[in-house]
């Protein structure tokens, strides 16, 4: 990212100038707008030898989610025992290991000094603090409330982290193995199969027709032109599923695959699930509108067949309909939840029992990654023996017939 200076008239007329850190101009200019805030004028950052050097992999970075938890549950506890907010933001300023944070709370601090209201001051960073945390901080700033806010976000994001993590982890085994036996496979197919092949090919015979399809892939492997069409097919597989997954109905229906894959789609699903039942209980307990919270819902839902699912129960509520209505004609909210948030709508509990149906999902998160780690065990091991036993059975076999020949 980088940093914009700007000029803006609020609706008083007062001209304010600042900065703010984003990728581009056009960031700024949406942030600005949202503040209804007339633009007078946006700098671009200066580009030269005073330039700030900025090296991949050193110097500050953007904070990540762990970073900002861990600042949440701080400041909660800090402004909690007493502290103003601007103590607070100094003593973390110094305390915080994250060198990227500690530029941003420094110059959070500075305009929270000025008289800018932390949420303004915040809302600087769209890439730090999302809009998830910049709505809910202005909640708590209207209430009065901001440590009991801060201390939810925080409970939130610590969640959010370890459905995350559960997800990864899930995720992560069968990619390794993956590559571990095709790592292998390689390795067989170019070194030891092509020795083999000169030996078998010396003795003369007749060789079975998985020998002969062993050695022609391994001479395949070894060409250049073969080297070439595998690293071409790869690039070019990622290029267009990249391509096609920027747009929108790309996206969609590349969404809607993973939600049907076997296995990974129902925990892909229950995750979805746990995740949107969260936000949506936060939001709503924080004094955040219905229409804002279904928005920023959408926003964080990682998935553009349950984002569309979001935004037709939006624009029902609009019309004045239950958001359970909609939602309960999409296929991705299960019965259980649909019926658990029109309970909610009856009671007018709908924070308490989205908070509910989130613990469950949570819960059946955890059983779906067991369950898919003790499945895909197995199943890893007999694709690597099976494709190991292919190879050992294509040289071996030649071996045997010939030693047959030669005893007789």
């Known amino acids: 990212m980088a940093t914009f200076t700007y000029k803006v008239r609020d609706a008083a007329g ?15 200019r949406d942030v600005l707008r949202e503040k209804n805030l007339f633009i007078v004028a946006i700098n671009a950052p200066k580009v030269g030898l005073n330039a700030d050097i900025k090296i991949p992999g050193l110097g500050d970075g953007t904070p990540n989610l762990k970073a900002v938890s861990l ?6 506890t800090m402004i909690d025992a007493g502290l103003p907010l601007v103590q607070s933001l100094a003593i973390l300023g110094k305390q915080v290991e994250d060198k990227g944070m500690q ?15 932390f949420s303004d001051a915040i809302s600087k960073y769209p890439k730090v603090f999302s809009r998830l945390f910049l709505n809910l901080v202005r909640a708590g700033e209207i209430s009065g409330t901001l440590d009991t806010v801060l201390d939810r976000v ?9 459905l995350r993590g559960k997800i990864r982890s899930a995720l992560t085994y069968p990619v390794i193995v993956l590559v571990f036996a095709l790592g292998i496979t390689y390795f067989l197919l170019t070194t030891i199969v092509p020795q083999f ?7 003369g015979g007749e060789l079975p027709f998985i020998t002969k399809m062993l050695l022609a892939i391994s001479a395949f492997l070894q060409s250049w032109w073969g080297g070439g069409i595998m690293l071409f097919s790869i690039v070019g597989s990622v290029l267009a599923y990249n391509a096609y997954n920027r747009t929108k109905q790309g996206r969609y229906n590349l969404d809607a695959f993973k939600l049907k894959i076997p296995v990974f789609g129902n925990l892909l699903s229950k995750a979805g699930m746990a995740s949107f039942a969260r936000t949506f209980s936060l939001l709503l307990a924080s004094g955040v509108n219905i229409i804002e919270t279904l928005e920023i819902t959408k926003g964080t839902a990682g998935n553009a067949v349950i984002e569309e699912a979001i935004e037709n129960a939006k624009n029902a509520v609009q019309q004045g309909e239950q958001i359970s209505q909609p939602l309960g004609a999409s296929p991705v909210f299960p019965p259980m939840v649909v019926s658990m948030i029109a309970i909610g709508e009856e009671t007018g509990g709908l924070d308490a029992m989205l908070d509910k149906v989130a613990d469950y999902y949570e819960r059946e998160v955890d059983e779906a990654v ?18 190991v036993g ?5 040289m071996f076999l030649p071996m045997f017939s010939i030693i047959g020949q030669l005893s007789k």
């Open 14 to 28: 007062k001209v304010i100038s600042s900065s703010m850190e984003a990728d581009d101009a056009k960031q700024v």
């Open 71 to 76: 600042f949440s549950r701080q400041l909660a």
């Open 103 to 117: 530029k941003i709370l420094k110059n959070v601090r500075n305009d929270v000094e000025g008289g800018v209201p």
């Open 154 to 162: 925080a409970i939130f994001q610590e969640k959010e982290l370890a």
């Open 197 to 203: 092949g000169n030996i078998l090919i010396q003795l």
């Open 370 to 387: 067991d369950q898919l780690t003790a499945a895909l065990e197995p199943l890893m091991i007999m694709f690597l023996g099976v494709i």
């Open 390 to 394: 292919t190879i050992v059975a294509g």
